[in-house]
């Protein structure tokens, strides 16, 4: 594959939103636009102290090549979605940068309405996801969302990398809902328990307020405040923990290497990077466990 021919390609096709791309094809295109990117803020960096008409006609120029390069990457990813079997309207997910590159990671599929390759199991039962009129599949988020309900705390069993994919999606989307609420409700705790504390308050609208007085009351609320946050995130971290461990017993690997949830960063890059590679086929350290079917 020629990689410079085939970024080229991509930018022939930047108001194509009906084609298909490859997996290969596709990265190699993100790398390259990200290499684009850099390069333009490079240059809009070293251009910054130039003065007058000449910023503001630079600044035009970036804007647009920053506009046509939004364009490619979008009919990038739209066609990418294609090649997974997807509708185009997944392409929302970027909203959320993670989901959307977990959602390019899934191999490419060719089916047709007589043999859907989608299926996800629902409480121990396969479920054949339906597709539309296009030829994409439809269902599978709620789908997804039913099979991570019924395995909230499942922490036997294994899980192929589909149904791991798209459970893992669908708690992303609680988990932003979820941790949004929850910073609302600590939030109004803190500001209850900052007002609880008249004194504080008090001191707080005085021009002399000495930072020594305050700051021992700050640091005893945050305290509790981190305590609360610990108990509050219980419920979105302990299934993702059992989803990480499920797909580490298909892989083969130790469940231990879950724990690395708890390092953040490089730990949870590494986890993300062992738990997308693909299944073994052989069961010989957990022969106990039976495989789902494979999405």
């Not at 309207?89 to 191999?107: A, D, G, N, T």
């Not at 609360?228 to 219980?234: E, K, M």
Request: aromatic residues 14%.
């Amino acid at each position: 594959m020629n990689i410079w021919e085939n970024y080229i390609n991509s930018w022939k096709n930047i108001f194509n939103y009906k084609g298909k791309v490859g997996c290969k094809e596709y990265w190699w295109d993100i790398f390259c636009i990200s290499l684009i990117n850099l390069i333009i803020f490079l240059l809009r960096t070293s251009l910054f102290n130039l003065g007058g008409t000449v910023v503001t006609i630079v600044n035009i120029v970036f804007w647009i090549i920053n506009l046509l390069v939004f364009l490619q990457y979008l009919s990038l990813s739209v066609r990418r979605l294609h090649s997974a079997n997807l509708a185009s309207h997944y392409q929302w997910f970027m909203l959320i940068p993670v989901i959307i590159f977990f959602i390019h990671c899934l191999p490419d599929n060719e089916i047709n309405k007589d043999t859907p390759c989608y299926t996800m199991l629902d409480n121990g039962e396969r479920i054949s996801l339906q597709l539309n009129k296009k030829g994409y599949v439809t269902g599978i988020v709620p789908n997804a969302f039913k099979y991570m309900l019924h395995n909230l705390f499942n922490f036997k069993g294994k899980v192929n990398r589909g149904n791991y994919l798209w459970a893992w999606i669908s708690w992303k989307l609680v988990s932003v809902i979820y941790e949004f609420l929850s910073a609302v409700v600590v939030t109004c705790i803190f500001l209850g328990m900052l007002q609880s504390h008249g004194q504080l308050g008090q001191m707080a609208m005085e021009a002399y307020m000495m930072p020594s007085l305050v700051m021992p009351v700050i640091i005893h609320l945050f305290r509790e405040i981190v305590i609360i946050c610990l108990f509050i995130n219980i419920p979105v971290w302990v299934p993702k923990l059992a989803l990480k461990i499920r797909r580490l017993r298909e892989q083969e690997i130790s469940p231990w290497w879950g724990l690395l949830i708890l390092i953040r960063t490089v730990g949870q890059l590494v986890l993300m990077i062992v738990t997308l590679m693909p299944s073994k086929n052989s069961d010989s350290e957990f022969p106990s466990y039976e495989k789902e079917k494979t999405v």
